[in-house]
């Protein structure tokens, strides 16, 4: 038993009904929004989307690995999509899935608000990816100086300087308690999420990620994105990262 409640996080997505259930079930549209790319990436959606899950085309409605729970409303050639996490306490059995709740539920607010990002935004399109993560040092909005932007409401237009030497300007896609998302547009219409993870069970630090998502740039021109933020991280945050 736990007095915990769940956890849910709700957007809408100005995608029919039935489009957004595509990109729930479809492994290549999942590629285009889950996560970010990494050698583990198909075999992360096929546990995650296509093993041990109960799913209602019906009624659109989900249950994926660990009980987390999809359920989409049609509201006319919109969609409302509401994720429901199951509280903290309720699996006894998975000490692992303790430590790494809170982490687990900053990753689905970051992947729906990719979802609706996808959607809205590229539908059909590829991207590019490139993933940023670490610990200890200063919070990862005020090291990247984004925290001019963190209170704006989602739709408001920014510019600023960004970390890695170059003008960053769009606007705000969203916020919540520890993430912010930025549209960039000099990424193809891209976006940039910020994550500060909050401190686990039994550890003395959280840590921080950051996922930059382009599109259509060439090799060269996404080489060098991903070289110039990853120096910058690396610098920050004196750790490594990973990139697709």
């Known amino acids: 038993m736990t007095d915990e409640q769940p956890f849910f996080v709700e957007v809408t997505i100005s995608a029919p009904v039935e489009e957004v259930w595509e990109a729930l079930r479809d492994t290549d549209q999942l590629r285009r929004w889950h996560g970010w790319h990494c050698e583990e990436l198909d075999k992360e959606i096929e546990f995650i989307y296509h093993q041990n899950v109960v799913e209602s085309a019906a009624e ?4 994926v690995q660990g009980g987390d729970r999809f359920e989409l409303t049609d509201l006319g050639g919109r969609t409302l999509l509401r994720l429901t996490r199951p509280p903290r306490g309720s699996n006894p059995d998975s000490s692992e899935w303790e430590v790494y709740y809170d982490d687990m539920t900053e990753g689905w607010i970051t992947f729906v608000h990719q979802l609706k990002f996808a959607l809205e935004r590229h539908p059909g399109t590829d991207r590019r990816t490139v993933f940023l993560s670490g610990g200890g040092g200063e919070p990862v909005l005020r090291a990247a100086g984004l925290t001019a932007v963190a209170g704006a409401d989602p ?6 300087d960004g970390p890695a030497g170059e003008r960053l300007n769009g606007e705000v896609w969203f916020r919540s308690a520890r993430q912010l998302g930025l549209t960039v547009a ?3 219409d891209g976006l940039l999420v910020a994550v500060q993870n909050p401190v686990p069970p039994g550890k003395s630090e959280g840590g921080a990620m950051m996922v930059l998502t382009a599109y259509g740039l060439d090799d060269v021109a996404f080489s060098e994105l991903e070289a110039r933020w990853t120096a910058w991280w690396n610098q920050a945050f004196e750790t490594g990262s ?3």
């Open 155 to 160: 739709g408001s237009p920014y510019e600023l």
């Open 242 to 244: 990973a990139q697709a």
């Open 60 to 63: 659109h409605r989900l249950e």
């Open 186 to 188: 000099d990424w193809g």
